[in-house]
């Protein structure tokens, strides 16, 4: 009997991405490749302004690449879609005229891809599922940061996207709120086993959330590193093995000194699974 092929959700080859004004160029990222299997909760970590929101962009469809592929379930991605759905940093990304409800109805309305009352109960099932089915009524500006994310990322996960595409959605928290997330985050994908890609400049939280970690270089951005860190959890926090995890991804971010070169791929750790580049 023939075997099925299984395939990656999200194929990017060699992605290029430019933004060009009148007076300038600026290359935000080069010759980046990365898959991304379902169920994976694939992370993009970089230093500021190495492209990690671009290629987030690209791969929701706002952004065109100058050069590269990317597919998702094999077809190339040629513009935003309901099957990708964006939660972001900023707290004001809910309208402030429409109630938590109507906020999380919205999409599902807006694609059809549900009437009325079917958009109601898959809000209400997503609403509860983020702890804030008692304040469906309640308009935005009346809830906290976290709660407002909370809302964004129930609104995404009514729409049952194929990839749920995350940028440093809890940047903007305090640091126990922003435990409490990455834990509900993890729950929820405990639940619900969405596709994840998500972006952070931070090392332990991309430790904890992530299940494969894309370590991007300095501007323009270049793969320096695919690792695997499934194996950590939320309870690792501070383990020798976190730390030393933190601490190679640390130098792989910013090497020693200018002429040392890179850890090769022989002296890797066994969490690390592609080759770590030296560009
Ligand atoms: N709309 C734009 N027009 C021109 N240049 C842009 C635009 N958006 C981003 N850039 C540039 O592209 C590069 C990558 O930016 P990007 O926002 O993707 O980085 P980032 O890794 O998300 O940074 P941060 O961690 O600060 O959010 C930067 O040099 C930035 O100045
Ligand atoms: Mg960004």
Not at 8 to 15: A, E, G, H, Y
Not at 74 to 82: A, E, K, L, Q, T
Not at 225 to 251: K, M, T, W, Y
Request: aromatic residues 8%; charged residues 20%.
């Amino acid at each position: 009997m023939p075997q099925a092929t299984i395939e990656p959700l999200l194929q990017v080859r060699q992605l290029d991405i430019e933004y060009r004004t009148r007076e300038r160029r600026v290359r935000a990222t080069h010759d980046v490749s990365f898959d991304v299997w379902p169920g994976d909760r694939f992370i993009l970590l970089g230093p500021s302004g190495c492209g990690k929101s671009s290629l987030l962009k690209t791969v929701g469809g706002f952004i065109q690449p100058l050069r590269g592929e990317i597919a998702l379930e094999g077809s190339d991605i040629r513009g935003p879609g309901p099957d990708r759905m964006m939660v972001f940093q900023e707290f004001d990304q809910l309208p402030p005229w429409k109630t938590v409800l109507e906020n999380v109805m919205f999409p599902l309305l807006a694609s059809r891809k549900a009437k009325r009352a079917e958009a109601r109960e898959q809000a209400l099932h997503f609403l509860d599922k983020v702890g804030l089915a008692s304040f469906a009524d309640a308009l935005p500006h009346t809830l906290s940061g976290g709660m407002k994310q909370r809302v964004a990322i129930a609104r995404a996960l009514a729409m049952r996207p194929r990839m749920l595409l995350m940028d440093e959605p809890f940047a903007a928290l305090d640091a126990l709120t922003r435990r409490t997330m990455q834990e509900e985050l993890l729950a929820l994908w405990e639940e619900e086993r969405f596709t994840l890609l998500f972006v952070t400049h931070s090392i332990e939280e991309a430790l904890v959330v992530g299940s494969r970690i894309l370590v991007l270089s300095p501007h323009p951005g270049r793969v320096r590193a695919e690792l695997n860190c499934h194996q950590f959890g939320l309870n690792d926090f501070g383990s020798p093995a976190f730390q030393s995890a933190a601490s190679h991804i640390h130098q792989l971010l910013f090497p020693p000194a200018v002429n040392t070169p890179l850890p090769s791929a022989s002296q890797e750790p066994d969490y690390v699974t592609a080759t770590v580049h030296s560009s």
